[in-house]
Nanobody, 123 residues
Framework: QVQLVESGGGLVQAGGSLRISCKAS????????MGWFRQAPGKEREFVAT????????YYADSVKGRFTISKDNAKNTLYLQMNSLKPEDTAVYYC????????????????WGQGTQVTVSP
């Protein structure tokens, strides 16, 4: 069983930066890819970015491309999302996910999920 714990969320002004983290523990040897998803109030959860375990494949949603960077530190079993040039529309609960499937967002489903961390961007 894989456990995922996010941290680093908070309140930031538009144009600012924030880095959120996700610590994985448990059966991490089975993980093939990890990713970030987000859910804003009244909206469905949406894909943000995914990355393969060896960081050889990375995918971004068009809405965050060029502003967000996903990365991993396998030695620490930790996933990161560096968010720059934040906009109020980035406000959401951000969820970390892990899967046995590839990082391709058309395939990645998320077998395990964290509890989420709130990111709020003020105008």
């Amino acid at each position: 069983q894989v456990q995922l714990v996010e941290s680093g969320g908070g309140l930031v002004q538009a144009g600012g930066s924030l880095r959120i983290s996700c610590k994985a523990s448990g059966g991490t040897f089975n993980i093939y890819a990890m990713g970030w998803f987000r859910q804003a109030p009244g909206k469905e959860r949406e894909f943000v970015a995914t990355i393969s375990w060896k960081s050889s494949s990375i995918y971004y949603a068009d809405s965050v491309k060029g502003r967000f960077t996903i990365s991993k530190d396998n030695a620490k079993n930790t996933l990161y999302l560096q968010m720059n040039s934040l906009k109020p529309e980035d406000t959401a609960v951000y969820y970390c996910a892990a899967d046995f499937r590839p990082a391709d967002p058309r395939i990645f489903k998320g077998a395990y999920w964290g509890q989420g961390t709130q990111v709020t961007v003020s105008p």
